[in-house]
């Protein structure tokens, strides 16, 4: 299992970022995926998940109605589509699943257990400049 995220960047207060992970050695369509940011000093956070069958997905309250999360089976790839980003949405994001809780239906469980997942992309770093 291999995830590969790409896409983070500089980018002025107000601005925006697509974020791709794409994903080999499993289906997409099989496990839920999601989104973890970890900024300088402060642990790793869910910001969005999204799960295998019926795209339930889950925002994290401080990126709401600005992050939007989707899949692409055909390519094995999810975004993160970022806008109206903020200073305080500077950190090293990542995708991240799990053979085993990657089965999990509910998004914001999911979402809450970072420490339980296996499978990790390397991280970009995104920067949002005031």
């Known amino acids: 299992v291999q995830l590969q995220a790409s896409g983070g960047g500089l980018v002025q207060s107000g601005g925006s970022l697509r974020l791709s992970c794409v994903v080999s050695?499993?289906?997409?369509?099989?496990?839920?995926i999601g989104w973890f940011r970890q900024a300088p000093g402060k642990e790793r956070e869910g910001v969005s998940c999204?799960?295998?069958?019926?795209?339930?997905?889950y925002y994290a309250g401080s990126v709401k109605g600005r992050f939007r999360i989707s899949r692409d089976n055909a390519k094995n790839t999810v975004y993160l589509q970022m806008n109206s980003l903020k200073p305080e949405d500077t950190a090293t994001y990542y995708c991240?699943?799990?053979?085993?809780?990657?089965?999990?239906?509910?998004?914001?469980?999911?979402?809450?257990?970072?420490?339980?997942?296996?499978?990790w992309g390397q991280g970009t770093l995104v920067t949002v400049s005031s």
């Open positions: 999204i799960s295998s069958g019926d795209d339930n997905t």
């Open positions: 991240a699943t799990d053979p085993v809780f990657g089965i999990e239906s509910l998004m914001e469980r999911f979402c809450a257990m970072p420490n339980r997942l296996d499978a």
């Open positions: 050695g499993f289906s997409l369509a099989d496990f839920a």
